[in-house]
């Protein structure tokens, strides 16, 4: 996973507002104000996303594919994300798999590419899937069958790491392979 896996969410939500305060200090108020319009449309379509059972339907994909929320991940979460940074320990923890010749990948519900080049930790994995583009979001069964697919990789073979067990462990849990659970906390990781 990695939103909320790979840095720190209350982190993000901080820098957004200060970045967002700036902008209404510096006179940048429409700026500000499509910022919050993006953050709350992003919510409302978040939620009835999953409450629908997680099919990202035309709708859905217009908006996180369309110009609102295109101009806030440019203006706001990408430079937040660079500023924020990953979690520490997250990166000892890849590192670690790195040098033991495991693969790693990242399975985000929506686009990761320029989400890991922000926290610097784009080269890191190998592919990067995106359940947006799968047309589900997490634990929406598709998203993991077609992760398992493309990696030509059985279930038992693949752990799981995420930071809700609403999302990634059920996700995990239904596709049949391991799950750990972290919050900013990767100590569950040195005994996987």
């Given at each position: 996973d990695l939103d909320g896996t790979l840095y720190d969410p209350t982190a993000l939500r901080q820098a957004v507002a200060r970045r967002i305060a700036r902008a209404v200090a510096g006179?940048?108020?429409?700026?500000?104000?499509?910022?919050?319009?993006?953050?709350?449309?992003?919510?409302?379509?978040?939620?009835?996303?999953?409450?629908?059972?997680?099919?990202?339907?035309?709708?859905?994909?217009?908006?996180?594919?369309?110009?609102?929320?295109?101009?806030?991940?440019?203006?706001?979460?990408?430079?937040?994300?660079?500023?924020?940074?990953?979690?520490?320990?997250?990166?000892?923890?890849?590192?670690?798999?790195?040098?033991?010749?495991?693969?790693?990948?990242?399975?985000?519900?929506?686009?990761?590419?320029?989400k890991l080049s922000a926290l610097g930790l784009r080269e890191r994995f190998g592919e990067v899937f995106s359940g947006l583009r799968m047309g589900a979001l997490k634990p929406h069964p598709v998203v993991m069958s077609t992760v398992l697919g493309r990696l030509e990789l059985p279930p038992e073979r693949v752990l799981h790491v995420g930071d809700r067990a609403d999302t990634d462990i059920a996700a995990a849990d239904g596709a049949g392979m391991a799950s750990v659970l972290v919050s900013g906390r990767f100590d569950a990781l040195r005994d996987a």
């Open positions: 006179g940048r108020w429409a700026s500000a104000r499509e910022a919050g319009k993006a953050i709350r449309q992003h919510k409302a379509v978040d939620r009835r996303v999953r409450s629908e059972g997680g099919r990202v339907d035309p709708a859905a994909l217009a908006f996180w594919t369309g110009p609102l929320w295109s101009a806030f991940t440019e203006d706001y979460l990408l430079p937040c994300l660079q500023e924020i940074g990953p979690y520490t320990e997250a990166v000892s923890v890849l590192d670690a798999i790195a040098r033991s010749g495991r693969r790693q990948v990242v399975v985000s519900d929506f686009d990761g590419e320029d």
